[in-house]
Structures are given as C-alpha cells and as structure tokens.
C-alpha cells in the first residue's frame, strides 16, 4: 500500500482557505478499481470533490485493478469551493501515492486554487 498527500490552498472573500487530503492505493486481485472514504469521513462537498479527483487521477494513470481510500480531508473544508480544493488536493495526492510524474498544467483550471504536494509513503 502506498501513500500520498496534497494540500490546496486559495483566498475566498479575503480569507484562506486551506484543504488537505490524504490517500492510499493498493493493487488489488479483483478486476477494476474501486474508490471509497476511509471509516468515519463524512459525505460533504469536500468528500464529493475529493471523490471525484481520485477518479480523474486514477482515469489519467491509467491503471486497474487498485483500492483507492480516501484517508483524510482535513482543514477548512466549510468554506466556499470546499470540493474544488478537495478535488485537487485529491487528484495529487493519487498521483503521488501511485508514484506517477504529473505537472500542475496536468491538473487544468484549479480556479485559483494553488498546490503543496507532501511525499508519498
């Protein structure tokens, strides 16, 4: 099993907003892959945003047969574009822990949102 984390960043309203999420991906026997929230994360619109930047970083690797466990969503995840921030935080965090080369520009419009990768365990 491997880990990854990301944190996103940006300033709504004039204050900051800063959203981490942590991931883990192991290669399973079972044919596709299959996403879900750690026990005890709630559904919010930073889990959903989270949710679905794993999905586009494991469409974007490429590659099957992997559980993908959405660890942690942690910091100010009631501000506004709470699931933008989880999305990309999300999305990185994937890519790092499957040990993938990525480029910010991979990620598109992160609509001001910037980035702060964390290493891969």
Known sequence: ???????????????KCVIRVGVSVERTSTTGSRVRLADGLAESAASAGAWS????????????????????ITGDVDCPMAGMGAAIAATVAA???YGDEWHEADLG???????????SI
């Open 109 to 119: 419009d992160t609509s001001g949102w910037s980035l702060r990768r964390q290493a």
């Open 1 to 15: 099993m491997r880990y990854g984390s990301a944190l996103a960043e940006t300033v709504i309203n004039g204050r």
């Open 95 to 97: 890519w790092v822990a």
């Open 53 to 72: 930047g794993v999905q586009f970083a494991q469409r974007r690797v490429g590659r099957d047969n992997y559980d993908i466990v959405i660890r942690e």
